[in-house]
């Protein structure tokens, strides 16, 4: 045991010191030629460095040590380096297949968690590598990649799914989904992305540790991603109805009826949430109340932005005006059912709901040049400007709401974190490159 606790020290000791050394080079230019073979030769060294304390380590003590090492080279933006010299070598150790082989202190879960982690590294680190080549996935063998990359992180949650002790493990890779996602959504790629947001979206409803409160409001900013694809789906759907209309052809299952099922999956769950609460003889606690009522009306604002935006497509002025009658009285009426509803939620609710199913991903504006300093300070002397007119029209709106709802945002930006088991987690939070949003 004092041996296997030496060369750990050792090994966290060397490969440190070895990358406190590491030249940037992405901080120098190409002909910096020093910097670059300098670069090179500690990039051997560190993988030497692994290579040779992990045939003297058990597994349960390097590969810990090795995602330690992997968020710090993550840090540096040193995504190749973490991915060939950290998260491949854990998957070639094919922990879970023969955990018990290789380690006898190494656990089932222990193994499935190093080698899910190993997996959503990979997966990440190349998602970012191929993003800094081509942002814009201006090529075609970039979009496949990254299709490729939501795959792999598709496979890992099926790894660990069957896991409850794995959920911040799955919490962290649909983070990592979401956040490459949204990526593709703004370039235009709701086609290729959408079945795996819809993935991670129906395992967290159903997943047991996630009923808890704290995650309705990530749960809902799921759907609204998801959302977000389905209406980009919508106008195009409608383009191609109306030439399958021209050549005789019968519509078919298209996203409006999908969204509308998937949207109404979600309600079902929150309402699910609430009849459990309802079981307990212990009364619910105003603020769970509170948050399982914003949730419910939170994908009641996504309803109707569907709705809206599938009455637009539907619209004179839109590019085509397929659908069948029977649809669009179905559409108008669901646009009143949804203003019904959210008139009972609240004031405030409501005008956020109203903005929100405004805004179509038709009219979505996509710049093509990374934003360059002059942009950025006219954008913050804009945003100055207009502190003014916006407090004004925040001071007014707080006047018509109640004292426990003002100030408070209906779907926050960030994801909730999550406290990471210590069992069999010396890669931590990460999750192989993992991060709260």
């Not at 540096?76 to 070598?89: P, Q």
């Not at 090529?139 to 490729?148: A, D, R, Y």
């Not at 799914?161 to 709701?190: H, R």
């Not at 939620?345 to 109203?354: D, E």
Request: include cysteine; charge should be positive.
């Amino acid at each position: 045991m004092g041996e296997v606790a030496a060369l750990s020290q050792a090994f966290e000791q060397e490969f440190l010191k070895n990358l406190r050394i590491l030249p940037n080079i992405y901080a120098s230019s190409e002909d910096k030629h020093d910097a670059h073979l300098n670069h090179y030769r500690q990039t051997q060294r560190l993988g030497e460095i692994i290579s040779y304390y992990s045939n003297r380590l058990p597994p349960s003590a390097v590969v810990p040590r090795i995602l330690k090492f992997s968020k710090a080279l993550e840090k540096r933006g040193e995504f190749k380096l973490a991915r060939d010299v950290c998260y491949i070598f854990i998957i070639k150790l094919g922990l879970i297949e023969r955990f018990k082989d290789v380690d006898s202190k190494l656990s089932n879960e222990d193994a499935i968690s190093y080698h899910v982690q190993g997996l959503c590294g990979r997966a990440v680190c190349n998602s970012k590598l191929l993003l800094s080549k081509d942002p814009r996935i201006y090529h075609h063998t970039t979009l496949i990649q990254v299709v490729s990359c939501l795959k792999e992180l598709k496979d890992a949650i099926k790894i660990c799914l069957p896991y409850e002790n794995l959920y911040w493990l799955f919490y962290n890779i649909s983070i990592n989904t979401y956040k490459l996602v949204k990526t593709c959504l703004t370039l235009g790629f709701s086609a290729q992305v959408l079945p795996y947001i819809v993935y991670v979206t129906r395992c967290m409803e159903n997943h047991f540790s996630f009923a808890a409160t704290k995650f309705l409001p990530w749960r809902v900013q799921l759907h609204t991603l998801a959302t977000g694809c389905y209406t980009d789906l919508i106008q195009s759907s409608r383009r191609l109805a109306s030439t399958d209309a021209i050549a005789g052809a019968s519509p078919s299952y298209g996203p409006l009826q999908g969204c509308r099922e998937f949207l109404s999956c979600g309600l079902s769950a929150i309402q699910r949430l609430h009849h459990l609460f309802a079981l307990d003889p212990i009364p619910t606690a105003p603020q769970v109340t509170r948050e399982i009522n914003l949730a419910a009306a939170g994908l009641a604002m996504l309803q109707l932005k569907l709705e809206v935006a599938a009455a637009a497509a539907d619209t004179p002025g839109a590019l085509a005006n397929s659908s069948s009658p029977a649809d669009q009285l179905m559409t108008h009426a669901n646009v009143e059912k949804m203003m019904s509803l959210l008139d009972q939620s609240g004031p405030k609710i409501k005008l956020v709901a109203l903005i929100e199913s405004l805004r179509l991903s038709s009219r979505r504006i996509v710049r093509h040049e990374p934003a360059s300093p002059p942009l950025l300070d006219a954008f913050r002397a804009a945003l100055k400007a207009a502190e003014g007119p916006l407090t004004a029209l925040k001071d007014q709106i707080n006047e018509i709401l109640p004292d426990d709802l003002q100030d408070k945002p209906l779907v926050p930006v960030e994801a909730p974190k999550v406290e990471v088991p210590t069992k069999g987690g010396g890669g931590g939070k990460g999750g192989g490159g993992a991060a709260a949003a």
